[in-house]
């Protein structure tokens, strides 16, 4: 098995504002988002040859990439994979160059969640008529932090208060992201006493109900230095699909997942990283409640299991931390339009490795990972990056 | 002689004082309290529990049919009792039927199950009746109505009470009724409805049966007959027949009310616990006529194993916070629809299939490495073809989940989901035994959930969508 380390790299992005865009369509957002990718990358529409475009419900086949670009007639697919959408496309257009098939590729993202009328995920019903027809995300995700409280003997006052301290990190990196949701900081205080939605997740625990399209070019590692001088080589990229629902595995433990494991565990071995904590320089993960953020520091190896709190009183991944986390100020900011996110995260990665983040530019980025949980949850997507190849 | 060989019942856990109903509308409160129904329950959920008290220590597959007795069928045209029959665990070829139409639909059932007994088209019929009838806000109905059910077992083979005797009279008077496409109860003026109806019709059946079986009212140990929304009319029967007060079953009308096809047959199980051999026992319901029963107890009344019955589930309750409470779990108001995304149709083949995953609750257990586990709604509801644990592929025995314990793992309240009852609390469940899976906690406190507490199962209804009721168990704490 090969791995496709340096085989190829990202040459352009393009992220458009995330927000409640109400006046912009699919179309509208998937346009900006692919246009200022072609700006960064040099490329225009002729010069691509093959696209992956990810929704999860705002679109159906490559067609709803097609007709906004008017891409001619070129080989155009559309992937779900619940919120690890966006990654799929970067994913499937990486390998399709990595075997040679195409020089030049677009991946597209996108999410239109505003049309629906409702709050929350208006991604429809469940996964069964009768059986799953009441389940909500907060409420999924809150048996993580029932169960993580439980077992490391975490008070409530405790628990909510590390998971309240992600909030407001991630809100701190947010207000200095023009492109994010919201650009507000929050306090300890309004995070901790905010309304219960799914108890123990408060409002600020939950990210928020958005619309975006982010969009990258992809090349062979060796035609990256054609299109510009700071190309950002894709490292390793790992996927887990777990083989159950979470909620009927037997013996799950509830405070970590597998398949965050298994998908990190693919993602370092092919980019040949052995302490994670000490090598990235960044991660861009999916905090969709305060608690998955928690939960991933140990998945992924940047805490020891069952310890995360330490790190997160300790500060290690704010801005200037260790390693600092979320650095865009991550769903909780930018909201999570299904489709968009996994390519939005890589957006900062992308920008962080170029040193190109202003103010929230970190020191010495030079390896930098995106990562996506999805489903209810039950499948995980990482991506890692680096500025040089090697 | 064939009789009862099982009893059960089932009350609901919420309970309303009358005097609520006085400060949402005024007027003169009835004295007591009355039942009131989850919002999740309807005549067949309460049907499904009494029948599993009835059948506990039972294999219900040994049970040759099943009786539905009710007024308020959430289906006009689709059978209650096969519903049923599958949540029970029941043989594809039991005898199912439901019966309706009437107040005395209960007695009637038993009626029918003992002379299909006797005729010896089945060896043992299970009748279970259930209510859940509702007046009309601010009448004396709304007061005076309860809900519940209670189940009988009946067969030849060692009964706890022989059915000695019956009678049974067809009037056509409708003092009460209800046409179709009515939601509330109707009624005639209320003096007439007593003295044409239930205080002529049901003495003269219970006097009819006396002289065809010789019996004097001092013979009764106790008499179980149904009782009027106008209470005090259930004494006056008595006194009209010659029974004293002590003989008289307590119609439960100030802790229950009235719980229509069920009644009676609820008063009845309340007085086989209390039952001694040698008892006589008059049973006696009254709807569109009347029918009488002579019971006598046998020595058998003394293997009845534990159940719940009348009195534990009288024991265990619950006061709801006030009577919009109530208004809200009928469905009695139009409230602002919750801000979810639309539901898609059920879909009547992908529930079919998984029938016996989500009426039955099955599960299965792997036979390569014997994990129990529950089928992901991922795949549909279908039965598991290969082990989440070991990978094993058809390796697998039917698992029935609904009969066993479990304990909370985790849990979560969530006010986002949409319910008549907020918070919807959900359950991660391990069943004792093993098996993973989660579910909705009802008739919980949310106060009072936590980590590592007890749970059993109970058939509720999720939603009802495009004329579509949709059934399947539930989490709540251990009842009684």
Redesign the interface.
Same mark, same amino acid.
Request: charged share 25%; glycine share 10%.
């Given at each position: 098995m090969e791995s496709i380390k340096d085989k190829v790299a990202i040459v352009g992005m393009g992220c458009r504002k995330f927000g409640e865009n109400w006046e912009q369509s699919s179309d509208d957002m998937i346009i900006e988002a692919v246009y200022e990718a072609y700006e960064d990358a040099g490329v225009g529409p002729n010069d691509i040859q093959a696209a992956w475009v990810g929704t999860i419900a705002s679109g159906a086949a490559g067609v709803c990439l097609a007709e906004p670009l008017k891409l001619p007639r070129i080989p155009i697919t559309r992937v779900e994979n619940f919120c690890a959408t966006g990654h799929e496309a970067l994913r499937n257009a990486a390998f399709a160059v990595a075997c040679g098939m195409y020089d030049v590729v677009l991946a597209c993202g996108f999410e239109k969640l505003k049309d629906t009328g409702v709050g929350g995920l208006g991604v429809g019903r469940g996964l069964h008529p009768v059986l799953e027809g009441r389940r909500t995300g907060p409420g999924t995700f809150a048996f993580i932090a029932t169960r993580y409280f439980y077992t490391y003997g975490l008070s409530r006052e405790e628990g909510k208060r590390t998971i309240a301290q992600i909030a407001v990190k991630n809100h701190h990196n947010g207000s200095l992201h023009p492109k994010a949701h919201f650009q507000r900081e929050v306090t300890l205080e309004q995070v901790m006493n905010a309304p219960i939605i799914a108890w123990p997740l408060g409002l600020f625990d939950c990210c928020g109900t958005t619309d975006g399209a982010a969009a990258a070019i992809i090349t062979r590692a060796d035609l990256a230095k054609k299109f510009r001088d700071d190309p950002i080589y894709l490292k390793g990229i790992g996927l887990a699909a777990n083989q159950i629902l979470p909620h009927f595995e037997p013996g799950f433990d509830w405070t970590g997942f597998e398949m965050n494991r298994s998908a990190a565990r693919q993602a370092y071995e092919q980019a040949g990283i052995k302490d994670p904590r000490k090598e990235m320089s960044l991660a861009i993960v999916h905090d969709c409640f305060t608690i998955t953020e928690l939960i991933i520091y140990e998945d992924l190896g940047f805490s020891p299991k069952g310890r995360a709190k330490e790190d997160v009183d300790a500060g290690t991944f704010t801005l200037e931390g260790e390693l600092p986390i979320n650095t865009d100020g991550g769903l909780k900011s930018f909201g999570h339009p299904i489709g968009a996110s996994g390519i939005r995260m890589t957006y900062e990665v992308y920008k962080q490795l170029q040193g190109k983040a202003g103010p929230r530019q970190i020191k010495d980025a030079r390896l930098g990972l995106s990562h996506t949980l999805g489903g209810p949850p039950q499948v995980a997507c990482i991506a890692v990056f680096g500025n040089s190849p090697g | 002689m064939p009789g009862i060989t099982s009893y059960g019942a089932y009350i609901p856990l919420h309970r309303v004082e009358r005097s609520e109903f006085r400060r949402a509308w005024g007027g003169f409160p009835i004295p007591g309290e009355r039942v009131i129904a989850n919002f999740d329950e309807d005549s067949i959920t309460m049907a499904v529990e009494s029948a599993i008290d009835c059948l506990r220590g039972i294999d219900p597959k040994t049970v040759d049919g099943l009786f539905f007795a009710t007024t308020t069928s959430p289906y006009k045209e689709r059978l209650g009792a096969s519903i049923m029959a599958v949540a029970l665990d029941m043989r594809r070829d039991a005898l199912t039927m439901d019966i309706s139409g009437s107040l005395r639909a209960g007695t009637t059932a038993i009626a029918t199950a003992l002379n299909t007994v006797k005729a010896g088209a089945a060896k043992s019929i299970l009748v279970a009746a259930a209510d859940c009838r509702i007046g009309a806000p601010s009448g004396d109905f709304e007061q005076a109505l309860g809900d519940g059910g209670a189940a009988l077992l009946l067969g030849g083979d060692q009964p706890i009470a022989t059915i000695e005797g019956s009678y049974s009279i067809s009037d056509d008077f409708s003092g009460v009724w209800r046409a179709d496409g009515d939601v509330f109860v109707r009624s005639w003026e209320d003096r007439m409805v007593l003295d044409e109806g239930y205080s002529a019709v049901l003495p003269e059946a219970i006097s009819g049966l006396m002289k065809d079986y010789n019996i004097k009212a001092g013979d009764f140990a106790k008499v179980v007959y149904d009782c009027p929304p106008d209470f005090r009319r259930h004494a006056r029967v008595a006194r009209s027949l010659g029974f004293d007060a002590a003989q008289v079953q307590d119609p439960m009308f100030m802790t229950v009310g009235i719980t229509g096809a069920a009644m009676a047959p609820m008063m009845l199980v309340a007085a086989l616990e209390e039952a001694k051999p040698g008892d006589k026992i008059l049973l006696a319901s009254y709807g569109n006529g009347a029918d009488a029963f002579l019971l006598e107890v046998t020595e058998e009344i003394n293997r009845v194993g534990e159940r719940r019955g009348i009195k534990k589930h009288l024991a265990s309750k619950r006061m709801i916070a006030n009577y919009e409470t109530y208004l809200r779990w009928r469905g009695l108001i139009t409230l602002e629809a919750a801000?979810?995304?639309e539901?898609?149709?059920?879909?009547i083949s /992908? %529930?079919w299939r998984?029938r016996k995953q989500?009426l039955g609750l099955y599960g299965a257990r792997c036979k390569s490495c014997g994990?129990?586990?529950?089928?992901?709604?991922?795949l549909?509801?279908v039965p598991i073809r290969i082990c989440?644990?070991c990978q094993a592929k058809d390796q697998f025995e039917d698992y029935r989940f609904a009969d066993k314990r479990a304990n909370i793992?985790?849990?979560?309240?969530?006010?986002?989901?949409?319910?008549p009852d907020p918070?919807?609390t959900?359950t991660?469940v391990d069943f004792e035994g093993?098996?993973? /899976? %989660?579910f909705?906690f009802t008739d919980r406190d949310p106060d009072k959930v936590e980590?590592g507490m007890p749970v059993e199962m109970t058939f509720r209804k999720?939603?009802f969508d495009r004329g579509i009721h949709?059934y399947?168990w539930k989490t709540r704490p251990i009842r009684c």
């Amino acid at each position: 098995m090969e791995s496709i380390k340096d085989k190829v790299a990202i040459v352009g992005m393009g992220c458009r504002k995330f927000g409640e865009n109400w006046e912009q369509s699919s179309d509208d957002m998937i346009i900006e988002a692919v246009y200022e990718a072609y700006e960064d990358a040099g490329v225009g529409p002729n010069d691509i040859q093959a696209a992956w475009v990810g929704t999860i419900a705002s679109g159906a086949a490559g067609v709803c990439l097609a007709e906004p670009l008017k891409l001619p007639r070129i080989p155009i697919t559309r992937v779900e994979n619940f919120c690890a959408t966006g990654h799929e496309a970067l994913r499937n257009a990486a390998f399709a160059v990595a075997c040679g098939m195409y020089d030049v590729v677009l991946a597209c993202g996108f999410e239109k969640l505003k049309d629906t009328g409702v709050g929350g995920l208006g991604v429809g019903r469940g996964l069964h008529p009768v059986l799953e027809g009441r389940r909500t995300g907060p409420g999924t995700f809150a048996f993580i932090a029932t169960r993580y409280f439980y077992t490391y003997g975490l008070s409530r006052e405790e628990g909510k208060r590390t998971i309240a301290q992600i909030a407001v990190k991630n809100h701190h990196n947010g207000s200095l992201h023009p492109k994010a949701h919201f650009q507000r900081e929050v306090t300890l205080e309004q995070v901790m006493n905010a309304p219960i939605i799914a108890w123990p997740l408060g409002l600020f625990d939950c990210c928020g109900t958005t619309d975006g399209a982010a969009a990258a070019i992809i090349t062979r590692a060796d035609l990256a230095k054609k299109f510009r001088d700071d190309p950002i080589y894709l490292k390793g990229i790992g996927l887990a699909a777990n083989q159950i629902l979470p909620h009927f595995e037997p013996g799950f433990d509830w405070t970590g997942f597998e398949m965050n494991r298994s998908a990190a565990r693919q993602a370092y071995e092919q980019a040949g990283i052995k302490d994670p904590r000490k090598e990235m320089s960044l991660a861009i993960v999916h905090d969709c409640f305060t608690i998955t953020e928690l939960i991933i520091y140990e998945d992924l190896g940047f805490s020891p299991k069952g310890r995360a709190k330490e790190d997160v009183d300790a500060g290690t991944f704010t801005l200037e931390g260790e390693l600092p986390i979320n650095t865009d100020g991550g769903l909780k900011s930018f909201g999570h339009p299904i489709g968009a996110s996994g390519i939005r995260m890589t957006y900062e990665v992308y920008k962080q490795l170029q040193g190109k983040a202003g103010p929230r530019q970190i020191k010495d980025a030079r390896l930098g990972l995106s990562h996506t949980l999805g489903g209810p949850p039950q499948v995980a997507c990482i991506a890692v990056f680096g500025n040089s190849p090697g | 002689m064939p009789g009862i060989t099982s009893y059960g019942a089932y009350i609901p856990l919420h309970r309303v004082e009358r005097s609520e109903f006085r400060r949402a509308w005024g007027g003169f409160p009835i004295p007591g309290e009355r039942v009131i129904a989850n919002f999740d329950e309807d005549s067949i959920t309460m049907a499904v529990e009494s029948a599993i008290d009835c059948l506990r220590g039972i294999d219900p597959k040994t049970v040759d049919g099943l009786f539905f007795a009710t007024t308020t069928s959430p289906y006009k045209e689709r059978l209650g009792a096969s519903i049923m029959a599958v949540a029970l665990d029941m043989r594809r070829d039991a005898l199912t039927m439901d019966i309706s139409g009437s107040l005395r639909a209960g007695t009637t059932a038993i009626a029918t199950a003992l002379n299909t007994v006797k005729a010896g088209a089945a060896k043992s019929i299970l009748v279970a009746a259930a209510d859940c009838r509702i007046g009309a806000p601010s009448g004396d109905f709304e007061q005076a109505l309860g809900d519940g059910g209670a189940a009988l077992l009946l067969g030849g083979d060692q009964p706890i009470a022989t059915i000695e005797g019956s009678y049974s009279i067809s009037d056509d008077f409708s003092g009460v009724w209800r046409a179709d496409g009515d939601v509330f109860v109707r009624s005639w003026e209320d003096r007439m409805v007593l003295d044409e109806g239930y205080s002529a019709v049901l003495p003269e059946a219970i006097s009819g049966l006396m002289k065809d079986y010789n019996i004097k009212a001092g013979d009764f140990a106790k008499v179980v007959y149904d009782c009027p929304p106008d209470f005090r009319r259930h004494a006056r029967v008595a006194r009209s027949l010659g029974f004293d007060a002590a003989q008289v079953q307590d119609p439960m009308f100030m802790t229950v009310g009235i719980t229509g096809a069920a009644m009676a047959p609820m008063m009845l199980v309340a007085a086989l616990e209390e039952a001694k051999p040698g008892d006589k026992i008059l049973l006696a319901s009254y709807g569109n006529g009347a029918d009488a029963f002579l019971l006598e107890v046998t020595e058998e009344i003394n293997r009845v194993g534990e159940r719940r019955g009348i009195k534990k589930h009288l024991a265990s309750k619950r006061m709801i916070a006030n009577y919009e409470t109530y208004l809200r779990w009928r469905g009695l108001i139009t409230l602002e629809a919750a801000r979810r995304p639309e539901k898609s149709p059920t879909s009547i083949s /992908a %529930v079919w299939r998984a029938r016996k995953q989500i009426l039955g609750l099955y599960g299965a257990r792997c036979k390569s490495c014997g994990t129990p586990q529950y089928t992901s709604p991922a795949l549909g509801g279908v039965p598991i073809r290969i082990c989440v644990v070991c990978q094993a592929k058809d390796q697998f025995e039917d698992y029935r989940f609904a009969d066993k314990r479990a304990n909370i793992f985790s849990f979560t309240h969530d006010n986002l989901a949409a319910s008549p009852d907020p918070p919807v609390t959900i359950t991660v469940v391990d069943f004792e035994g093993g098996g993973r /899976a %989660v579910f909705d906690f009802t008739d919980r406190d949310p106060d009072k959930v936590e980590v590592g507490m007890p749970v059993e199962m109970t058939f509720r209804k999720l939603f009802f969508d495009r004329g579509i009721h949709n059934y399947y168990w539930k989490t709540r704490p251990i009842r009684c």
